[in-house]
C-alpha cells in the first residue's frame, strides 16, 4: 500500500497528491509514469510523475478527474493509501544539455512538462516556460516552474497573463530566436498546434503522448500510436516522441474509443452518490 500524505487542489478539477513511493522517489527521471490503481478492482490510470523527493521518498501525481476512476482517485484523502503504484514507466525525456529549450504546458499538461524543465534546469540549461489555461483558476504549478526560468502564463478568456493560446506566446519566441528545443505537454489539439508551428522554424519539438494505457509495458498494444508511419507503444517507446512525426489524427481516434462506456460510467457514479448527496444536503 502507498500512503497518500497530501491532496491539495489546485484547479476545479485537478488534484495534487503526494504519495510515498520511496523506491520510485529515489530512480525516477523526467518524463517517467507510474500506473495507480486506487483499489484491488480499480482501473489502472497512468500518471506522470510531476515531482519526487528522494530524501523524503515520496512522489507528486497530478490528477484531472474527468472519468470515474479519476473521480475515485482524488477522493483519497491524508491517511488514505493507494493500492498499487507501478513504476517508473516509460523511456526518460531525452534532455538537451545545450541552448534555449521552452517548455509549453497546457492546463493539466503544465504538471507533466515540470519535471523537464526541472531536469534540464538541473543540466544548466536556460529554460523558459509558456503555460496555459482555460481562465485564472485553470493555471497551475506557475509558481513552481518560476524556479526554473521565466514563465509566460496565457488564458484563453484573458483574465490572467497574455489572452489568448499557448501557441501565441511561443509564436512571439520562436519569432525572437534562439529557440533550440522545444518541450510540449497538454491536449492533443495544442500539440498538434505546437508542432505545426514549429516546424517551420525547424525547431525540434518533443511531446508527450497521453495514450490509452492498460499494461504499461508493451504487451497489450492499447497505448499504440503511429510515429513517422511506424507504429509505437507509448508507455514503453515514449510516452515522448518527435511532435513532427506524430499522427495526431489516430491519437485523437484512438482517445475516443472508449468515450461511450466513460460517460456511462460516470452517469451510474452520480446516480449511486445522489442519495448521500441528497442526505447530506437536508442536514
Ligand atoms: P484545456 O483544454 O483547458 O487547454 C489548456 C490550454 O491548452 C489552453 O488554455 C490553451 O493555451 C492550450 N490549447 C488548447 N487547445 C489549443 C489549440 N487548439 N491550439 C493551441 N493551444 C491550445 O486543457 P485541459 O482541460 O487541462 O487538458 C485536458 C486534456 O489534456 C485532456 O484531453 C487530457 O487527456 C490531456 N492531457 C494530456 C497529457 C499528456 O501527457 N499529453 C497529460 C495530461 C492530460
Ligand atoms: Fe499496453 Fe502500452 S499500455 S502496450
Known amino acids: 500500500m502507498y500512503p497518500v500524505l497530501a491532496a491539495t487542489a489546485l484547479s476545479p478539477n485537478v488534484t495534487r497528491l503526494v504519495v510515498e513511493a520511496p523506491r520510485i522517489a529515489q530512480v525516477r527521471q523526467p518524463g517517467q509514469f507510474v500506473i495507480v490503481r486506487r483499489g484491488p478492482d480499480a482501473e489502472r490510470i497512468p500518471l506522470t510523475i510531476a515531482d519526487a523527493d528522494a530524501e523524503a521518498g515520496t512522489i507528486t501525481l497530478v490528477i484531472q478527474a474527468v472519468g470515474k476512476s479519476t473521480m ?21 525525456t531525452e534532455l538537451l544539455t545545450t541552448g534555449h529549450a521552452v517548455c509549453v504546458g497546457g ?30 483558476e485553470w493555471v497551475i504549478f506557475e509558481e513552481e516552474l518560476r524556479r526554473y526560468g521565466p514563465v509566460l502564463v496565457c488564458t484563453d478568456d484573458g483574465s490572467y497573463g497574455r489572452h489568448g ?18 518541450y510540449a505537454v497538454g491536449p492533443v489539439p495544442m500539440m498538434k498546434a505546437v508542432s505545426a508551428l514549429t516546424l517551420p522554424y525547424k525547431v525540434p519539438t518533443l511531446v508527450s503522448l497521453n495514450a490509452i494505457m492498460v499494461d ?11 510515429i513517422g508511419g511506424v507504429s509505437k507503444y507509448a ?37 449511486c452518490l445522489l442519495p448521500a448527496l441528497a442526505e447530506a444536503a437536508a442536514r
Open 72 to 92: 475515485d482517485l482524488v477522493e483519497v484523502a491524508p491517511g488514505d493509501s493507494i493500492a498499487d503504484v507501478v513504476g517508473p514507466l516509460g523511456s526518460p
Open 107 to 136: 492546463g493539466v499538461g503544465t504538471a507533466v512538462v515540470h519535471p523537464i524543465a526541472q531536469g534540464l534546469a538541473a543540466l544548466g540549461v536556460p529554460v523558459t516556460s509558456v503555460i496555459g489555461g482555460r481562465s485564472r
Open 165 to 182: 493560446f499557448v501557441t501565441d506566446a511561443l509564436r512571439d519566441l520562436l519569432d525572437e530566436g534562439g529557440v533550440d528545443h522545444v
Open 216 to 226: 504499461g509495458t508493451g504487451m497489450c498494444g492499447g497505448c499504440r500510436v503511429s
Open 235 to 271: 508507455c514503453v517507446d515514449g510516452p515522448e516522441f518527435d511532435a513532427h512525426q506524430v499522427d495526431f489524427g489516430l491519437l485523437a481516434d484512438r482517445l475516443t474509443t472508449y468515450r461511450d462506456f466513460e460517460q456511462a460510467a460516470v452517469a451510474r457514479r452520480t446516480a
